[in-house]
């Protein structure tokens, strides 16, 4: 489903979604200002199309000990097809990287790590990210405060 194929009461779904997943349908309904029957229609089209793919919870990464934020350029000697699919396949083994963006500037990767401390991630770059395959360079950004998420 295309983006110009959601009307307004979809989008408002959406958002209200967006902004607690929890919502029930009686509460959702009455957002949207429909009954609970074409917002459950809704919603399960919104599910089955792909535009709703899942619900989570925002979990506090700092009461879970992944306060630290360290955003990491990654250039690879490789780009060719073989060399991306290797690298993005190992990347998903590193459960401290949190997001893995490929991105069109002068390096090849951008990636979001979390982890305890400094040191912990002074050790993730130098054991995990620096051995992936194919990286040639790094460069490391440490947050210092996240204003939104």
Excluded: W
Excluded at 13 to 35: C, H, T, Y
């Amino acid at each position: 489903m295309s983006s110009d194929r959601l009307d307004r009461i979809d989008r408002n779904i959406l958002s209200a979604l967006s902004q607690d997943g929890r919502l029930s349908m009686a509460e959702l309904a009455r957002r949207v200002g429909l009954s609970k029957t074409p917002v459950l229609a809704r919603l399960k089209r919104l599910e089955k199309t792909g535009v709703i793919r899942g619900y989570a919870a925002i979990v506090d990464r700092e009461r879970m000990g992944e306060g630290h934020v360290a955003f990491v350029q990654v250039t690879l000697s490789d780009t060719r097809s073989a060399a991306l699919e290797a690298f993005n396949r190992a990347v998903m083994a590193v459960p401290e990287i949190d997001q893995c963006h490929m991105i069109a500037a002068s390096f090849d990767y951008l990636l979001k790590v979390r982890t305890k401390d400094i040191q912990t991630y002074r050790r993730v770059l130098g054991e995990k990210i620096s051995g992936l395959p194919h990286v040639s360079h790094t460069s490391t950004f440490v947050a210092m405060e996240t204003v939104r998420e």
